[in-house]
DNA sequence: GTCCATGTTCTTTA
DNA sequence: CTAAAGAACATGGA
């Protein structure tokens, strides 16, 4: 579910909690969520400090004392929340992490249905990743040259994470929308402003998401287990059939690179292809 | 039973 | 060789 704004989310409402607090136990109740395999989290994390937490694209970076760092990546239906101590796993809760602070305690219960997210010990490793920079510093010049280097559609583009970081279904379809460009646009065809235009809408898409906590289209939580509001404001995601917020026209909904994609058929005007199917 | 789902990665095809 | 399309992963809700 969690997309950039939803991660960030997380983190924001997971350091109140958990930064500066000391490990104080820690349970796998699904060893398979953890990488690499069989290696001994309890030994590497309990009597650990957690020294920040940060959100790099959709992904969740605890870093201790000392330097060490562990991954947490929610996937499709991960989520993260603050339990009181002794509170009941849930049986999709794989991972769960005890933390206690001027002698207050929490549980960190990491929890994920479909099991496309995981736990990965970092330890020391360098920081790359193969991710691409992130959508809320790039630069216009910057994300141009992306774009230019590819004839694929501009919302596959928006996707691959190691072009651009952080963007995933439900904000590469809104952020197309504000910027006024249709999804199937080739990449290499959006330059000069309607490039700037793109950079500006992604970014504001992304900055006010962020603002109300999110989008919470399915099940989407928090850390204190609040759901986001952005979902009220899509102009695109998930509307397929609903009248243009701008224009009053139906929103269309078609599959690109096997992902829903909706948009407005007037407000994103298609490219002109100069190819056709046979 | 069927289809679809906020993500990523591996395999197959062109 | 590269790029793009497809399938797979596991579960639940409509």
Redesign the pocket.
């Given at each position: 579910?969690?997309?950039l704004p939803?991660v960030q989310t997380v983190v924001n409402t997971l350091v109140p909690v958990a930064v500066g607090a000391t490990i104080s136990a820690i349970a796998i109740r699904k060893p398979v969520y953890i990488e690499p395999a069989n290696i001994d989290l309890a030994a590497h994390l309990v009597g650990r400090q957690i020294a920040s937490i940060h959100r790099r694209?959709?992904?969740i970076l605890v870093s201790l004392d000392g330097g060490d760092r562990l991954l947490m990546?929610?996937?499709?239906?991960g989520r993260i929340t603050v339990e009181a101590p002794g509170t009941a796993p849930l049986?999709?809760t794989h991972f769960i992490i005890s933390v206690s602070r001027n002698g207050s305690s929490a549980e960190l219960h990491m929890h994920d249905?479909?099991?496309?997210g995981g736990v990965t010990w970092l330890g020391q490793a360098s920081g790359e990743d193969?991710l691409g920079p992130e959508p809320l510093t790039i630069t216009a010049k910057q994300l141009e040259a992306i774009l230019a280097?590819?004839?694929?559609?501009i919302k596959?583009l928006l996707?691959d994470?190691a072009r651009i970081?952080g963007?995933?279904?439900?904000y590469a379809d809104e952020s197309l929308f504000v910027a006024g460009i249709h999804p199937l646009t080739p990449a290499s065809r959006v330059r000069g402003e309607r490039a700037a235009a793109l950079c500006r809408a992604i970014k504001q898409v992304l900055r006010r998401a962020i603002q109300h906590g999110?989008?919470?289209?399915?099940?989407?939580v928090d850390a204190r287990g609040s759901k986001g509001s952005f979902q009220k404001l899509h102009n695109v995601?998930?509307r397929a059939g609903e009248p243009c917020r701008a224009c009053g026209a139906a929103i269309q909904?078609i599959?690109?690179?096997?992902?829903?994609t909706c948009f407005c058929p007037r407000c994103q005007r298609p490219p002109r292809l100069k190819t056709h199917r046979a």
């Open positions: 579910m969690p997309e939803e694209a959709k992904r990546h929610l996937g499709m239906t049986r999709h249905p479909r099991r496309f193969g280097a590819t004839d694929r559609p596959a996707l994470q970081a963007l995933g279904n439900i999110g989008s919470t289209v399915r099940n989407y995601y998930d909904r599959v690109l690179i096997g992902r829903s």
